[in-house]
């Protein structure tokens, strides 16, 4: 069956690491997006890929780095320089035409900074 | 900032009673697209409303669109337990068509 899948489910950090969430679709969908989402605060866009080779800031895109070298993956690596990181992240993707068809979203990942 | 104010944050209701949450805009909607979370998982799409006025029914889920494109409400008739999560409305709002921006959401929790 076609989906996202999103390792790990539970992510534990240290303060100082950067840690990096995976993201893979097989779904043939172009777009992907990150999201972070935090109790009372609703879905924030962090970054999001319209195509291979390229993607865009979101709203809360400091101290978060992806990249988007096969259409299948969308990796998000949390640096050490964001101040905040514990949350819950889905990533997303949509098929042609954007987002109007709706969003895929994976499972998630739980990172939680000790 | 917040595209879309989304009402009320929470509602709790009990079994068999009606719910209802809505979603407002400042600007005209392209389309707007409702999504389902249950507790500890993650958003699951139920809808999109492109036209003025559309009505759409999914058993007992209502979904509107605004005459003027700016609001939509989502209604469940009496409501089950089954219908615990939150729900959010969201939309591409602005120029910036490449994306969606998501109301804060309404967390419903049923009595049994």
């Known amino acids: 069956d076609g989906g996202i899948t999103q390792s790990p489910k539970y992510l534990f950090r240290k303060e100082g690491q950067n840690v990096t969430l995976s993201c893979e679709q097989n779904?043939?969908?172009?777009?992907m997006y990150w999201y972070r989402q935090d109790p009372g605060q609703g879905l924030r866009l962090i970054y999001y890929s319209q195509i291979v080779n390229d993607f865009q800031k979101g709203d809360i895109a400091e101290g978060y780095s992806v990249s988007r070298e096969k259409k299948e993956s969308f990796p998000l690596t949390v640096t050490s320089a964001q101040k905040n990181p514990t949350a819950f992240y889905l990533c997303a993707s949509s098929g042609a035409g954007g987002p109007i068809y709706g969003y895929t979203f994976g499972s998630g990942t739980r990172l939680t900074v000790v | 900032g917040q595209q879309v104010m989304q009402i009320p944050q929470y509602q709790h209701v009990q079994e068999g009673e009606d719910f209802t949450t809505y979603c407002n805009s400042s600007t005209t909607l392209s389309n707007i697209q409702w999504y389902k979370q249950r507790p500890g998982g993650h958003p699951v799409f139920l809808i999109q409303l492109v036209k003025s006025g559309e009505v759409k029914k999914q058993k007992r889920l209502t979904f509107q669109f605004g005459e003027a494109k700016k609001n939509s409400s989502l209604h469940i008739t009496a409501t089950q337990t089954t219908d615990v999560g939150t729900y959010f409305c969201?939309?591409?709002?602005?120029?910036?068509?490449?994306?969606?921006?998501f109301g804060r959401g309404t967390q419903l929790t049923v009595w049994p």
């Open positions: 779904l043939n969908h172009d777009a």
């Open positions: 969201a939309g591409p709002w602005g120029s910036t068509l490449g994306r969606l921006y």
